[in-house]
């Protein structure tokens, strides 16, 4: 079953063909603390963007490995473009920008990105 989400102003909007995830990282980086993001990562063959491509702008930071993708109107970062360690497409879905996601049953996982 698909799950939606959006920046807060609605320009910018996705699908992911997958189930709601149950788990999500917690990420004490300087990015990820700052943002209060909660991230589930999916493989990029399950995402879908359905509006916004042409609103959307890019951050880079560290290894600039990951493509942190937000609303230039509203400022939310809704997900970010990456890799994974294998090298797989992936996003990263911020789990905040998901509306029908009850954050109150994911399980948290705390990352210590401020190490990397």
């Known amino acids: 079953m698909a799950f939606e989400g959006s920046c807060h102003c609605g320009a910018v909007a996705f699908t992911v063909d997958a189930e709601m995830p149950t788990q999500a990282i917690s990420c004490n980086c300087s990015h990820c603390r700052r943002k ?7 493989p990029a063959s399950q995402f ?13 930071f560290n290894t600039h490995k990951l493509a942190h993708r937000f609303c230039p109107t509203c400022g939310v970062q809704a997900f970010a473009e ?15 920008a998901v509306p029908e996601c009850d954050l ?7 990352v210590d990105g401020a190490s990397y």
Do not use: C
């Open 36 to 42: 209060g993001f909660l991230l589930a990562f999916v």
């Open 48 to 60: 879908h963007l359905d509006g916004g491509e042409d609103a959307l702008t890019s951050y880079h």
């Open 82 to 96: 990456g890799a994974g360690p294998d090298g797989t497409e992936m996003r990263a879905i911020n789990m905040r």
């Open 104 to 110: 109150e049953t994911l399980q948290v996982n705390q």
